[in-house]
């Protein structure tokens, strides 16, 4: 079956550093979401990558959607402290059921 | 803020119960999605809809089952509690047409003794 996967597992920041996530798909995708769950929340949605090699920016955050729509990845310039979290990604065929990544936990140290 | 709510927040429940776990939309939506999630783990999709009357079950093999009889209500059923179904429940909407956008509600941490 599908599969996403993300890259790193973990990853911890100085305040101010760049962090970046990486999306892999083992199939190709129709288009692909990003969410961000905070320690002991819920996922709330970032952005939604539809067309091959987009890239979409939200303020320090740069998402991209590979050429072959099986990989995308998530960069934060600068990172803040209010950027701690885990950051999935999400991804379909086609359908409306999509198959969460399993997930970046990013900490940054002030 | 979204309107999706679940209900309850947490439930501590014994082996060999029946429960359901509540989930409600005021948005309308269309798609409605139930997530298990353990703690700092990727959510995993057990089951899903597509409106009224439609119910499928996703990846995760699951001995739960869902109903969708109205538009706003997408509840949750474990037959018999089993420990190994001791996690975080999420239910998602999402309005499908002009935007897949899901929007999750708080959660049930179901705890089974």
């Known amino acids: 079956g599908q599969q996403v996967m993300q890259i790193p597992q973990y990853q911890h920041v100085q305040e101010g550093e760049d962090f970046t996530t990486y999306c892999n798909s083992s199939t190709t995708l129709s288009n692909i979401q990003w969410y961000k769950q905070r320690p002991g929340g819920h996922p709330v949605f970032l952005i939604q990558l539809v067309k091959s090699g987009e890239v979409k920016k939200q303020k320090r955050l740069t998402f991209q959607f590979g050429e072959a729509k099986k990989n995308s990845s998530l960069h934060i310039t600068a990172t803040q402290t209010t950027d701690v979290g885990t950051y999935f990604c999400a991804g379909t065929p086609g359908t409306y059921k999509y198959i969460f990544g399993t997930g970046t936990r990013l900490k940054v140290l002030a | 803020e979204a309107d999706i709510y679940q209900t309850p927040r947490y439930l501590v429940i014994g082996t060999g119960k029946k429960i359901t776990l509540e989930c409600s939309q005021t948005?309308?939506?269309?798609?409605m999605y139930w997530y298990q999630q353990d703690p700092g783990m990727e959510l995993h999709l057990i089951h899903y809809s597509y409106g009224v009357n439609s119910t499928e079950k996703g990846d995760l093999s699951s001995e739960s089952t869902v109903s969708r009889i109205r538009t706003e209500h997408f509840p949750l059923t474990l037959e018999s509690a089993r420990p190994s179904h001791t996690s975080q429940y999420l239910c998602?909407?999402?309005?499908?047409?002009?935007?897949?956008?899901?929007?999750f509600g708080p959660g049930t941490r179901l705890t089974v003794l």
């Open positions: 948005m309308g939506h269309d798609k």
């Open positions: 998602a909407s999402s309005e499908g047409q002009r935007s897949n956008e899901q929007f």
